[in-house]
């Protein structure tokens, strides 16, 4: 079936190739950090996690998002969900594609992952990340291929593969809950220090990858005829809403412990994120137009997916799914993981700027996730169009 990744028109192509142009641009600045050692990025002693985490912490989202569709396709019979089950499988592939060479990048020599394996530790968070999301990208890619083969040769998936589609239902759970648990394990961080961290992760989650499956699936609707249907579609929306009420719930819990409550530690990094930190007589608050842009964006996109005029109008179910997803990619991808290291420890507060050689290995790590991405949706609409045919 890889051929079919082979055809296609003009845009196509250009869009491949601007891809492939910033992937080449971030694999020679991957090579000068891996010549000069991670000096060249803006993490320190004080913010030892940077883009690199913050970005693999939203991508483990959007990773456990996919699941959203399987779940009620295969557990509950949900015939709608038919056609974009398959979506929702490929884009965990890019996406856990994403999350590794993140990690990859942050570790600065790669040859340290093979530590996890040559020196298990069971009673460490990132030993069990490794096995869930190994683990949880092996069988997506095992399922949807196997899966879409069946569909090309119009038969029914051998019986044996819905062990692993069942198996992956828990995998994907996982994914998010070890990674939360990476962050609410540090006794030394008041602000990821709270139990509520991995439902508030799966909340997000739930809300951000179906939310871009939505966006994609209209924009495949325009470029590549592939309609993912009213009754899904609408089905979509419900969960993205629901999923984001509920993150914005538990966000706003959050604000209730800090306050309410008065505890330093949780509180300082609020203010830190939505006000600025006054400390030593200056104002810290390079996050503050983040965490408000992340406010508006989804408070914006709940609006216009809930709202039944804008909600039958693709271009306006487009814009809102994009501002959720955008929204908490500024949420979690941004503030989350940033805002957890002020202050310090030592009460002291020590900002991060992401130097532009660390941005431009971002860039082509997203970049590289949506080549992936565009290649298996062109092999999976392709082959849709052959059945059709």
Not at 7 to 27: C, D, E
Not at 49 to 71: D, K, P
């Amino acid at each position: 079936m890889f051929e079919k990744a082979l055809k296609g028109n003009n845009y196509y192509w250009i869009w491949l190739a601007f891809l492939g142009t910033f992937m080449a641009i971030g694999a020679l600045c991957y090579i000068r950090q891996y010549n000069y050692g991670l000096g060249l990025t803006g993490m320190s002693r004080s913010v030892s996690w940077g883009l690199y985490i913050s970005q693999f912490t939203f991508l483990v989202g959007v990773a456990a998002g996919g699941v959203m569709l399987v779940l009620p396709y295969y557990i509950h019979n949900y015939k709608a969900f038919g056609r974009i089950t398959i979506l929702g499988e490929f884009l965990a592939i890019a996406a856990l594609t994403m999350c590794l060479m993140f990690i990859i990048a942050d570790l600065g020599q790669p040859l340290r992952a093979l530590n996890v394996l040559l020196h298990p530790t069971p009673n460490s968070m990132l030993f069990w990340d490794m096995i869930v999301l190994n683990g949880y990208l092996f069988l997506n890619i095992l399922c949807g291929w196997v899966i879409l083969t069946a569909e090309r040769k119009q038969v029914k998936p051998p019986k044996w593969i819905y062990i692993f589609v069942y198996i992956s239902i828990p995998f994907a759970i996982s994914i998010h809950t070890v990674t939360a648990m990476l962050y609410c394990g540090l006794p030394g961080r008041h602000f990821w220090l709270s139990a509520i961290i991995a439902p508030r992760f799966l909340a997000s989650a739930f809300a951000a990858g179906p939310a871009l499956i939505l966006l994609v699936g209209l924009i495949l609707k325009r470029v590549a005829n592939f309609d993912v249907g009213k009754e899904a579609k609408d089905k979509i929306v419900t969960i993205i809403l629901y999923a984001a009420i509920i993150n914005a719930f538990f966000l706003m819990l959050e604000f209730f412990v800090g306050y309410y409550s008065n505890i330093p530690g949780h509180k300082h990094t609020l203010e830190y994120l939505f006000f600025g930190l006054e400390h030593d007589g200056h104002v810290y608050n390079n996050l503050v137009p983040y965490l408000w842009g992340f406010v508006v964006l989804c408070a914006s996109g709940i609006a216009l997916l809930a709202i039944p005029y804008t909600r039958r109008n693709d271009l306006w179910l487009g814009i809102g799914s994009a501002a959720i997803f955008f929204g908490l990619w500024l949420d979690k991808g941004i503030g989350f993981v940033l805002g957890g290291f002020v202050p310090t420890p030592l009460e002291e507060v020590v900002e991060y700027y992401p130097t532009l050689n660390e941005i431009m290995i971002t860039i082509a790590v997203w970049c590289t996730g949506f080549f992936i991405l565009t290649v298996l949706y062109k092999i999976a609409i392709s082959v849709e169009h052959e059945i059709e045919s």
